[in-house]
């Protein structure tokens, strides 16, 4: 047997039998181990056609003709489709901005855009037809950056713009602006005893969701269309989709079929619309699976960003002030870029105090992919850049670099640059504490092996004990490559913490729905929890059986399938669906039990006093007092007749960032993570091996703690793809993208995933449910810039830009 | 073309097998066995990862013809394969490495709480392996084929093991554990 585990401490938690704080196991698990589980590129349908996209092959194009007639003539193809097919006037969608064509209509902006649909009786069918459509291109000039997307007689990719950013952009190829100034930072820099400045840039990372992007489209003899789909926002989808097809909502009838991971990919749309119209033409089912050539271009990507930092601090640590600039490439299409901004912006300061800031965050319209939600978003490239301030500061000062961030952490009460108390506890300093206090990983074992001793970060070398055991290549940086025994392998130990929002922020009305019924069947109580809630993978569905149990008092939970027959859920993204949706379970069922004991009380009042007299609860099937008192059987209670209730819940509102300052109370809750990284670094050929990734993070409540610990360790490895891996490479001429596959863009494997030993706090935030704080995102900021400064610690290079790849690291 | 193979101990047939077709695609659209997942279909994630006469291949890459006359076993056929195997009757270490003359007995069910599950998917639920499930299938057909052939895998081994199938959720920590937990669950 090989080495146990590293065990995952909860620091607190109240279990109960398959209630909430319990580890209970996902209800979709069988099915998803038997192969059974249904995603949506494993949907079937008799008769059904299959759909192909034809692509852009240029960035930026005019469309001079297309011609399908040799695609039509090809036996198999019932349908081809171009922007002169479209059903109504409607022929744009977007999330915020409706600036995206269903088709490409005159001009393609980004390489990969749509410009027609096959579709035809198999897969490969489509495809060859495809190619037969002629499409005559007259190349156009590119904008890739902010330089040449603002330079004088720059083209503009969206003229004539009226959006609700249009007015207050510089340039309209700025999608949206958002500066923030709180107190007066050049005065406060005059106090600075060090000033340190910046400049970082972050690349593009791709979701690399495994599921690609697919669904079924079935039209429905009511002329409407039943859409079977993988998204993370069913409503959003419907409310873009009906448009365009000139139907109702209620025509458009989606149902989440089983999705294969999201992690913000699938907040746009990507075939959906597509695959209805080509249903809707044929008056056949019409699936559609992109491949993973495909998926790359179908989805927005997380926005590549270029940072501007300086930070001043005096002698003894204290930080005086903060100026960054933050210029983020949305790419060709508005998608969630407002949201980014706002992010970015806001939440540049990091998790600490600063009373006196200068800060810009913009998005550009470019030819470059399209950008938009991944997780994190506009924080995660904020961290990176923010967290390498932290350790130059300190390093300037002399100070150790943990020491100094806890000098300067924020704690509860603390006002963000946006004059926003932070009004639950905010254990910055104390995750710090935490993820230092855990237990190093073993020193370099290989150096037994006979290896060069390396320079350790101090630049001594040292040589332990020599062991009798070989070295394992497998344990050193390029593996089974076989490229080092140890000779010019460097350790390094870094730091970094983050501070990310949770839900939708700057006055979005982020409700969400449940439906709840209580019935008898078959002599036991069951409860039916019904949601619009996209699974995505991470688990809410467990966790909304274990909020019925809990509130509800009862064992048998049935989830039903997410579709639209119930009201929206809001989006499965900022790492809102336990807070938001699961704040709607238990309010549903909070009113559940109202009614239960409204009816117990009718029923049974007059037999006991304690109907009128105490607090009542549901537990264990029974109404019970608060002392414990059984009063009654919940079936009694309940007899012949079902409790059904659908009801909105809100956390409490927010409001818009001022246009001009940046104030405004625009966030609900905030999330914390620490990380340390212990990396190996193979200096002669630039290989990162990472030793650990340890992570601490405070989640208020751990509703399911193996959940929460799956989280934290998934989103810690994205962020280690972020540092050393992973990156949209984009022609700098042609805005072409250069590695859209699996081969040339990596994602961590299990042997580039280090062991990840988490730490979980749990500090009540007591404006949300149980004190729960959304847990998804905040381990994927953190993440990044540990590993980074791990690698400056071990090679004592500045790397200001990720992923680090090995020529930053030799200097080739 | 027709292609005669078996697939999970029984005998199938599909015709109408336009000769590029993989055997993924056959598996997932002709055989009504989508277990077997299409997250690349460029041979770099595992998730369509088979047993070929007992070796783990990606089946995205493996033509549907060259798949005549041989045994497959999918993620469907697995607990059955498992079970073969534990039970002595099967080509346990052999060569081929499957049971699959024993695993005649396989066929699709409804999923529900008395389903039978080989020790590594029980082992993926309880140790919290499954997320969105995409990469699960790949990555137990391959766990289950290192299991087979070394029952006490260090974790060096099994990161070797299974360095051919990506999981985008979990960070692999908890994949790890549910085959440390199946090797020992085994052993006991």
Redesign the interface.
């Known amino acids: 047997?090989?080495?146990?585990?590293i065990p995952t401490r909860i620091t607190q938690g109240t279990p109960t039998k398959g209630g909430i704080g319990e580890?209970t196991?996902?209800p979709?698990?069988?099915?998803?181990?038997?192969?059974?589980?249904?995603?949506a590129?494993?949907l079937?349908h008799e008769d059904m056609l299959w759909g192909f996209t034809l692509r852009s092959p240029y960035a930026h194009a005019e469309i001079v003709s297309i011609d399908i007639s040799q695609a039509l003539a090809q036996p198999g193809v019932y349908a081809v489709l171009t922007y002169e097919d479209l059903p109504t006037d409607v022929k744009h969608y977007g999330l915020e901005i409706q600036d995206t064509p269903v088709l490409a209509h005159g001009r393609v902006r980004h390489h990969g855009e749509p410009v027609a649909l096959v579709a035809a009786d198999?897969p490969?069918t489509a495809r060859r037809a495809g190619a037969k459509i002629r499409v005559e291109y007259a190349e156009l000039p590119v904008v890739t950056d902010e330089a040449s997307a603002t330079a004088p007689g720059a083209p503009i990719l969206h003229e004539g713009r009226d959006d609700h950013h249009a007015g207050h952009v510089p340039h309209p190829n700025i999608v949206h602006r958002q500066p923030i100034v709180r107190g007066d930072a050049e005065a406060a820099a005059r106090r600075a005893d060090v000033i340190v400045t910046g400049e970082y840039e972050v690349g593009i990372q791709d979701?690399?969701?495994?599921?690609?992007e697919s669904g079924l489209a079935v039209p429905a003899e009511d002329g409407g269309v039943d859409l079977y789909i993988a998204t993370q926002w069913l409503h959003a989808d419907q409310r873009q989709i009906a448009p365009v097809l000139g139907l109702p909502e209620d025509k458009v009838r989606m149902t989440l079929s089983?999705?294969?991971?999201?992690?913000g990919g699938r907040e746009d749309l990507s075939m959906q619309i597509h695959a209805c119209l080509l249903a809707l033409r044929t008056g056949k089912p019409v699936k559609m699976?992109y491949?993973?050539?495909e998926s790359f271009f179908g989805h927005v990507h997380r926005h590549p960003a270029k940072l501007w930092y300086e930070h001043g601090a005096t002698r003894d640590g204290k930080l005086t002030h903060m100026k960054c600039r933050i210029v983020l490439d949305g790419g060709a299409y508005a998608s969630s870029s407002p949201a980014v901004v706002g992010n970015a912006s806001s939440l540049s300061v990091g998790p600490y105090v600063i009373e006196d800031v200068d800060i810009e965050a913009i998005a550009l319209y470019t030819n470059n992919p399209p950008c938009g939600a991944m997780r994190g978003f506009g924080a995660v490239q904020a961290c990176f850049a923010y967290e390498a301030q932290m350790d130059k500061v300190a390093a300037e000062l002399g100070m150790d670099p943990v020491e100094f961030r806890q000098l300067n952490a924020m704690t509860q009460g603390t006002l963000l640059p946006t004059g926003q108390a932070v009004d639950a506890p905010a254990p910055v300093a104390e995750l710090l504490r935490r993820v230092k206090a855990m237990p190093m990983p073993p020193e370099q074992q290989w150096l037994s092996a006979g290896g060069t001793p390396p320079r350790s970060a101090g630049g001594t070398p040292t040589r332990p004990e020599a062991g009798g055991e070989t070295a394992?290549v497998?344990?050193l940086p390029g593996g089974?490559s076989n490229t080092t025994h140890g000779e010019g392998v460097v350790r390094g130990v870094g730091y970094a913490v983050g501070i990310k929002n949770v839900g939708f922020s700057e006055g979005f009305d982020d409700y969400s729905t449940a439906r709840v019924r209580l019935e008898v069947i078959a002599g036991e109580p069951v409860a039916t929890v019904h949601t619009a809630m996209a699974e995505?993978?991470?688990?809410g569905v467990t966790v909304h059986a274990q909020i019925a149990r809990t509130e509800l008092g009862v064992t048998q939970v049935t989830i039903n399938p997410a579709d639209t027959q119930v009201g929206s859920a809001g989006s499965t993204s900022a790492s809102r669906q336990t807070y938001v949706t699961g704040g709607a379970v238990r309010h549903s069922c909070e009113a559940v039990r109202e009614k239960v004991l409204e009816r117990g009380r009718a029923k049974f009042g007059t037999y006991h006093p304690a109907w009128a007299t105490a607090e009542l609860l549901l537990e264990g099937g029974k109404v019970v007092t608060d002392g414990g008192e059984v009063l009654a059987d919940l079936v009694d209670v309940l007899g012949e007749e079902a409790i059904d209730l659908e009801l909105e819940w809100r956390h409490r509102p927010t409001e818009p960032f001022d246009l001009r300052t940046g104030q405004g109370f625009g966030h609900v809750q905030y999330s914390f993570a620490a990380h340390r990284a212990v990396v190996e670094v193979d200096t002669e050929l630039g290989l990162v091996k990472v030793i650990e990734l340890a992570c601490a993070q405070d989640v208020g409540k751990a509703l399911n703690p193996?959940?929460v610990?799956?989280q934290i360790?998934?989103?810690?490895?994205?962020g280690l793809g972020l540092a050393v891996m992973e990156e949209i490479l984009v022609d700098p001429v042609t805005a072409k993208v250069r590695n859209p596959?699996?081969?040339d863009y990596l994602?961590p494997?299990?042997?580039d995933?280090p062991?990840?030993p988490v730490d979980v706090l749990e500090l009540a935030d007591d404006h949300a449910p149980y004190g729960l704080r959304g847990v998804g995102e905040a381990p994927t900021l953190s993440s990044t810039p540990a590993v980074v400064a791990a690698i400056r610690a071990a090679t004592g290079l500045a790397l200001k830009r990720v992923p680090v790849r090995p020529e930053h690291i030799t200097g080739t | 073309m027709r292609v005669t193979f078996t697939v999970n101990g029984r005998p199938q047939e599909a015709d109408d097998v336009w000769e590029g077709e993989s055997l993924l695609y056959v598996l997932r659209e002709r055989m009504g066995l989508p277990g077997s997942k299409n997250a690349c279909e460029q041979g770099e994630c595992g998730s369509c990862t088979v047993r070929l006469d007992g070796v783990p291949v990606c089946s995205c890459l493996v033509a549907a013809g060259q798949c005549q006359d041989r045994e497959i076993v999918t993620v469907e056929g697995l607990a059955e394969h498992a079970k073969a195997r534990t039970c002595g009757t099967g080509a346990c270490g052999s060569a081929k490495g499957t049971g699959l003359d024993e695993a005649q007995q396989w066929q699709a069910r409804p999923t529900d709480e008395s389903v039978e599950l080989s020790p590594i998917q029980q082992a993926f639920i309880d140790a919290g392996a499954v997320q969105c499930g995409f990469c699960t299938p790949g990555l137990l057909v391959a766990a289950d084929e290192l299991l087979e052939r070394n029952a006490e895998p260090t974790d060096a081994d099994i990161r070797e093991a299974l360095s051919g199938n990506l999981c985008r959720c979990t960070g692999y920590e908890k994949i790890l554990d549910a085959v440390r937990l199946a090797a020992v669950r085994q052993e006991a």
């Open positions: 047997m090989g080495t146990t585990g580890s196991l996902r979709d698990g069988t099915l998803k181990v038997t192969g059974e589980f249904a995603y590129s494993d079937w198999h490969e979701q690399a969701f495994l599921g690609p089983g999705v294969g991971g999201a992690f699976v491949n993973r050539f394992d497998r344990a089974l995505v993978g991470q688990g193996l959940s610990v799956g360790q998934g989103g810690t490895t994205q596959s699996f081969t994602i494997t299990i042997l995933t062991p990840i």
